[in-house]
Each structure stands twice: as C-alpha cells, then as structure tokens.
C-alpha cells in the first residue's frame, strides 16, 4: 500500500496519546513522555454561549462559586458523555495542551480512550466522535478494566487468570482477564462520587447539614473507610444549618463516615462477588495464588483492600498509583498498536488504518 506522505508526516511529528476520560479524573498520557496531564473533567461555561470560559484543575475550584451566569460541570457522568459539545471542548484543551511542547502548530495525535466495559453503542460512538472532532488523527477505544490491567503490570496475556477491580468517580469495573481476553466483566455505575453522595445524605439526615460536593469528597478522602481503622480519625465538616440557615461546623468521626457509605461499598462487593461466581474454577484456583488487584481513584478508600480480604477470602492489593492505571495502559497500547490490537473494542476497527 502506497504511504500518504501527509499522515506519514503527521505521524512522525504528533505526539501519540492515551486518554483516561474520566467521570472525575482526565489524564493524558503521551507516547515517550508518560501522563503529562491529570486534572478534573470540569468544565465552566457561560450560561448563554455555551461557552468554556474554564476548564480543568481552574474549573474545579469555581464549583459552587459561580455567579448567576456561569455555571461549573462535568460534561460525563457515571463514565459517559452527558454534554457532547462541552466534552469535545475539553479534549480539544487537553489534547492541545499536552502537544505544547511539538514543533507542529496543529497536531493530528492518534488517541486510544478508555471506555466503560457496559457502554453502549451509542455511548461508544459519542466518545469516537468527540475525539475525532477534538482533532485526533485516528481514534481507537479500549476497555477500561484491559486497560487498567495493562496499567497495574497484570500478566494478562498468561494462561493463567488476573482480576481487577477499578473503582473510579462515575463507574466501578470489574473483570477477569486470561489469555488477553476478558472471561467476565462486570459495569456498574456505583464508585467515588457515588459515595460522595452517600456523604452528603448522611449529613443531611443525621446533622441537619447541608454540604456541597467539594467537602464530602475532601472528608471521603481524609476519614471516608471500609473498614474499621486501627486508629479512627475525626475531622471538622462545614456546611449550612438546615433549620436554622446558619453556616455551621460539625466535628464527625471515621466511623460515622463508614456507616454512611456502607450501603454503596456493599454494593460493589457484591458486584465483585456475583462476577467471581461465574470465573470457571480453573481460574478461581489461579485467584487463590494471584489474588485482586484494586486501581482507580476509587481504591484508595481507606481499608478497602482489608474488607476485600475479609469478604472474599482472596488476597487483595491495591495498584501502585492507581488513579494512572487507565492510562497507563492506554499508553502501552500506543507504544505497539499492532500487537495490542487484540485489546481494543467496537468502534475502532473501523478507524484502523495502516498508512
């Protein structure tokens, strides 16, 4: 086949990169170079253009402080494209924005993105499209849970069976992986912001306190655990008085937190423990010897790792740094497409070309 000397230049010049498009998270990871950019899938825009006026780590720190004509999002939810236009905004700032250091003013990037294991169709080809549109040359999507494993060093090409469990803002997955492939996966929209609401209510119905996102995340991350704490911890929440209208600060304890978010935790242990009873017993046996792996922002829950063990009787680890997983894997695929073809999905196929 004759070589387009356009792609072949842009190929040459542009920077490969892999997305990890995240319910709460977007990282960047370009080829050679690692994740050069990690910041919140926020995005300000202005109530009447429909235009960003912010976008990211700056967007994030305007939740709940807008005036009457901004407005501050996140464009996905549970690990989909709910804002279609505003999403390719925040590729196109993204990608832009890890190509500053090429020497070509527009560059054309070959994009792997990590999709949910449950996304449709449809929820596939949104992502395709607003990549595409955010300048990619080609597109190619994978799985999130394939690419996490790759990410976390799973020996997923062996015989023998590897689980992981990546818990992040939008979606928990869940798989199984032998051979390169997925035996069993599992979707469910249940993971970190989902506890953050959990919070939230918790708050409301046992205090009277009214808090905002930012706080249940920030008490999530400081007190939020699983699993009783060798040493529990207590910290201060602000928020508004419900009855009485007035700001207030209430001192709340580790334990309380846990009791708050026990329902969503429960949720996803049992996910994890309904795909393990379809794993062929060949591959629990390989369980038993390998253990679960935990990636995603999700998996630093304080004793997460400790219930696991408890519950399932396995040996459960968490991924080192496992909020880059995703795209760290995604980074893998891009440095030998051909050969990790086998791990890409749906769309991508079609927009494979050898050039």
């Known amino acids: 086949m004759a070589i387009n000397p356009l792609n072949w230049l842009l190929g040459f010049f542009s920077l490969d990169i892999g997305i990890d498009l995240g319910t709460a998270?977007?990282?960047v990871n370009v080829r050679g170079k690692g994740i050069v950019i990690n910041e919140p899938s926020w995005v300000a825009i202005d109530k009447r253009t429909r235009k960003p006026l912010a976008i990211g780590s700056q967007a994030k720190e305007m939740v709940g402080r807008t005036p009457a004509n901004v407005v501050a999002i996140r464009p996905l939810r549970d690990g989909v494209i709910s804002e279609f236009e505003i999403t390719q905004a925040m590729l196109e700032y993204f990608i832009g924005k890890a190509h500053q250091q090429s020497i070509v003013p527009l560059p054309r990037p070959r994009v792997v993105v990590g999709i949910p294991s449950g996304a449709t169709e449809?929820?596939?080809?949104?992502?395709?499209?607003?990549?595409?549109?955010?300048?990619?040359?080609?597109?190619?999507?994978i799985e999130e849970p394939s690419a996490a494993a790759l990410g976390a060093g799973l020996p997923v090409v062996d015989v023998r069976g590897s689980m992981i469990v990546d818990i992040g803002g939008g979606t928990t997955?869940?798989?199984?992986?032998s051979m390169g492939g997925i035996v069993v996966?599992?979707?469910l929209r249940v993971a970190g912001d989902e506890l953050d609401q959990d919070i939230i209510q918790y708050m409301r119905n046992k205090y009277n306190l009214f808090i905002g996102e930012r706080m249940a995340e920030q008490t999530k991350i400081t007190i939020g655990s699983a699993y009783?704490?060798?040493n529990e911890k207590t910290m201060l929440v602000r928020g508004r008085n419900l009855v009485t209208g007035l700001p207030e600060a209430i001192d709340v304890s580790s334990v309380e937190i846990r009791e708050g978010v026990a329902g969503s935790v429960q949720v996803i242990i049992d996910t994890i423990k309904d795909a393990l009873d379809e794993v062929p017993p060949e591959i629990v046996a390989d369980l038993l010897e390998t253990g679960i792996c935990l990636a995603g922002g999700g998996s630093q829950l304080q004793g997460l790792a400790d219930r696991l063990c408890d519950e399932l009787h396995l040996r459960v680890w968490v991924a080192d740094d496992p909020m880059t997983c995703v795209?760290?894997?995604?980074?893998?695929?891009?440095?030998d497409l051909d050969n990790f073809s086998r791990y890409l999905v749906g769309l991508e196929r079609n927009s494979h070309r050898h050039t």
């Open 228 to 230: 009783p704490l060798m």
């Open 122 to 141: 449809v929820e596939k080809r949104a992502v395709y499209d607003a990549a595409m549109s955010a300048g990619a040359r080609e597109t190619f999507l």
């Open 25 to 27: 998270n977007t990282l």
């Open 185 to 187: 996966s599992r979707s």
């Open 173 to 177: 997955e869940v798989a199984v992986i």
């Open 327 to 335: 795209a760290r894997g995604a980074g893998m695929i891009l440095e």
